[in-house]
């Protein structure tokens, strides 16, 4: 038997060959003969020659109306350009023109911020602008946002309307909401963003809870799971953990617990999976192995106000700090998209190497996670809180799919046994101890 | 495919007709009336039309937009939000402002 990685359980092995979607709980004598199985030789290794992208981003501002205590995007400070009509027209009919000569069927557009929404007049020229295009080209349109849901009612229809998912960012309760995602001038925004979700899952767009956990809320993730399910009926509800910035630290907000952050993570899923609603942790286990944890590297293009094209929907600042240049090319009304020679493929590199990674159980689920954020270059990430908590729910993940439940338990009870599964230098079958 | 509950063009004088409504489709706008079913399917540029003037009261606030949507000039944006406008008044679909009682 060939399996990649050997993860500890208590006192027992989990075995993991993801590219066989292969997974065995085993004594220590079976560990001992598994074999060690690698990815395949063509996996993903280097950029496609000619570029072919997930879907196309468009921020049409990176102005917000909202100061969310954690915000990585420095709401307060951003600039408040809205992107030029004839801009986001471009991007799409760049888009229609690449689906049309790849055969393509799906035109895939995506809104990103700031809040997007803030520049809705951008986003309603270029969602009809899609739509005529698409129509024209026989593709079918497919429309994506991320928005922070202080819409007016105008708005949230519009979105309800043409919107096919919408991701919308609820830390849930009121003392949660209120206190992490404030408005600019401090207001609450609580029973607004909870009717624009009301609204949007009476609807037909797919509608996807992204919450924010912090040391505060990560013991009522269960009991938020149930509250999501009952008042909003999405279809799916995504849990992050807050990622420290200045503006967090200075608001009193603090990170969970990595293994207090798991244990609601997978209490939650049970939760929710009751009411068929799916639970995310973006980095889990998927049913595919992947080699990237998110659009970077899967050539998806993101449009920028100022017409510049990224690989990464962050601010540029992000990337900076990491050492990284993520731009990609530039569009413009007049010329079309035009690609940086070279680019493309640096940022696969950046994307495939991943020298902390290479002996992680998780090498091939979470790839890393966020390559701005977490696994730049050159930072060694291994026993990050992010790698405790992702190899406790990977593990779990596992161990769901072999439907040892009751294990999950005893495991998720046991604190010496998590930080065991969590902390080894190695997890390669063939290194394994 | 949802119908709008009070859909409603504001304030360039006109209105939607009682017991109009209608819905989003890929590509295309169908507009309804209550009983009779559908009365028109709106392609595209007409029925970014019709979403903006569900929207804006002011022509200015459509024109630029319609304009990029539909690959014109202003002129020729103008002519068709009003070519729009009369067509729809004509039908029934929509009325002057305030005739809905």
Known sequence: ?433 | MKINPKPGPRGIAVELAPRIGWIVEEGTVRVFEAEKGELLKLGYPEAAVWDLISRYSLEADIVPKLAVIGGLNRAATRALLHSCLRGWLRSGILVQAGSRG
């Open chain 1, 1 to 433: 038997m060939t399996f990649s990685f050997a993860i500890p359980v208590l006192g027992e092995w989990l075995l993991s060959a993801p590219f066989s979607r292969s997974a065995a709980l085993v004594n220590d004598s079976a560990r001992r003969r598994a074999a060690f199985a690698g990815p395949p030789p063509d996996f993903h290794l280097r950029a496609p020659k000619e570029l072919d992208p997930l879907f196309l981003g468009i921020i049409p501002t990176r102005d917000c109306n909202m100061a969310c205590a954690y915000c990585g995007f420095r709401s307060a400070r951003a600039s408040a350009t809205h992107m030029d009509y004839a801009l986001a027209e471009a991007a799409v009919r760049w888009l229609a023109g690449h689906c049309r000569r790849r055969n393509k069927e799906t035109l895939n557009v995506h809104f990103f911020g700031g809040e997007p929404l803030c520049a809705f007049d951008v986003v309603e020229v270029a969602v009809h602008s899609a739509r005529r295009l698409a129509a024209e080209n026989g593709l079918v349109p497919h429309f994506e946002v991320c928005t922070n849901g202080f819409l007016t009612d105008e708005q949230t229809r519009f979105v309800g309307d043409y919107f096919h998912t919408v991701i919308l960012s609820f830390d849930g309760r009121p003392e949660f909401q209120n206190r992490n995602r404030r408005l600019k001038g401090r207001g609450r925004s609580f029973d607004t963003v909870a009717r624009t979700a009301r609204a949007l899952a009476e609807g037909p767009a797919q509608l996807c809870l992204r919450a924010c956990v912090t040391q505060d809320s990560v013991a009522r993730m269960a009991e938020m799971s149930a509250w999501f399910s009952r008042e909003f009926r999405p279809l799916a509800v995504s849990w992050e953990v807050l990622k420290p910035t200045a503006a967090s630290r200075k608001a009193g907000l603090l990170p969970p617990d990595p293994y207090d952050f798991a244990r609601g993570f997978v209490a939650s899923r049970r939760i929710l999976e009751q009411e068929g609603i799916r639970a995310v942790y973006a980095a889990d286990l998927l049913p595919e192995p992947r080699y990237t944890f998110c659009p970077m590297g899967q050539d998806a293009l993101v449009v920028t106000p100022e017409g510049r094209v990224n690989a990464c929907y962050l601010p540029e600042e992000e990337w900076l700090k990491s050492g990284l240049d993520l731009t990609i090319g530039r569009l413009t009304p007049g010329s079309g998209l035009t690609l940086l020679a070279g680019a493309r493929q640096r940022v696969f590199r950046h994307v495939r190497t991943k020298p902390f990674c290479e002996a992680c159980f998780c090498r091939w689920s979470c790839a890393g996670g966020c390559h701005v954020q977490h696994t730049a270059s050159g930072r060694d990430v291994r026993d990050s809180d992010f790698c405790i908590q992702t190899r406790i729910i990977t593990a779990c993940s596992l161990l769901h799919k072999l439907d040892e439940e009751s294990l999950v338990d005893e495991l998720l009870a046991d604190r010496a046994a998590l930080e065991n599964l969590a902390c080894q230098p190695s997890y390669l079958v063939s290194q394994s101890e």
